[in-house]
């Protein structure tokens, strides 16, 4: 018997990765992927699983996340990447969450985040726990471009099981990603008129690698860690120097 649950699944040309996010979900009785306008299969893939496909371009992060929630069948709402797979035993958890009736009307899902087929246990990626199971008419998403906050009403609990994010491919894919999120990270600064000063920037740059590599461990990731606690810094400096450049030439892009 299917779980009344609507499971929305965030995709942009993910052919190769949404049929493994579905696969791991179909005891739910709805599966809806909002396509961000994909130029490959992920549209097929997903329709051929049995989901329920809408498509929509991504304009503001949160802003197309609450569009999405708002297109779901059911109360309850489980978030997802396509990059995310649920396990049988949170899939288990979820189901008597529901069944039995919740205790809270939100909950946090704790994350295993992977580089590859590598698991990141430390340099705070791990459990990295995020809101994504919820009833939808108490939550909602800040409606900015990047790391929108989690806006909910009433009492947050968290599942004792994770959710497996495969979050990048590689180290490449890592740097990719690094990039865009950074100068949407400026552009969320000039919109918001805040003042980075160059002393600010280079605190941030400094404490996020000391954190990252000494305080979360991240040193006990080896070399990666190495490389991840100097990523950690260097996304606040780049996000500086595009938002500098931004407030010279005044080309932020917010809508």
Aim: hydrophobic content about 40%; aromatic content about 10%.
């Amino acid at each position: 018997m299917s779980v009344p649950l609507s499971v929305v699944i965030l995709a942009k040309n993910e052919a190769g990765r949404i049929r493994d996010c579905i696969e791991s979900v179909r005891w739910a009785d709805e599966v809806l992927v909002i396509d961000d306008e994909s130029t490959d299969d992920t549209v097929q893939v997903a329709e051929s699983l049995g989901a329920r496909v809408l498509r929509r371009r991504m304009d503001i992060e949160g802003r197309h996340r609450n569009w999405a929630n708002a297109q779901a069948r059911h109360e309850w709402v489980l978030s997802l990447d396509a990059d995310e797979r649920v396990t049988p035993a949170l899939a288990e958890e979820i189901r008597a969450l529901i069944e039995n009736g919740a205790a809270h009307p939100l909950y946090a899902i704790p994350r295993r985040n992977y580089i590859g087929i590598r698991w990141i246990r430390y340099g705070g990626w791990y459990p990295s726990a995020q809101l994504k199971l919820f009833q939808k008419s108490v939550f909602r998403w800040e409606e900015t471009t990047v790391h929108p906050r989690a806006i909910g009403s009433g009492s947050c609990g968290q599942t004792r099981y994770d959710l497996l994010h495969f979050s990048y491919r590689d180290e490449q894919d890592f740097l990719q990603k690094v990039d865009r999120q950074t100068t949407l990270e400026a552009e969320k600064w000039v919109a918001d008129g805040r003042g980075v000063s160059l002393a600010k920037a280079l605190w941030r740059t400094c404490d996020r690698f000391v954190r990252t590599y000494v305080g979360k461990q991240g040193f006990r990731e080896g070399r990666l860690g190495w490389f991840l606690a100097r990523m950690a810094g260097k996304y606040q400096w780049l996000s500086y120097k595009k938002y500098v450049r931004l407030n010279r030439s005044g080309e932020a892009r917010l809508e």
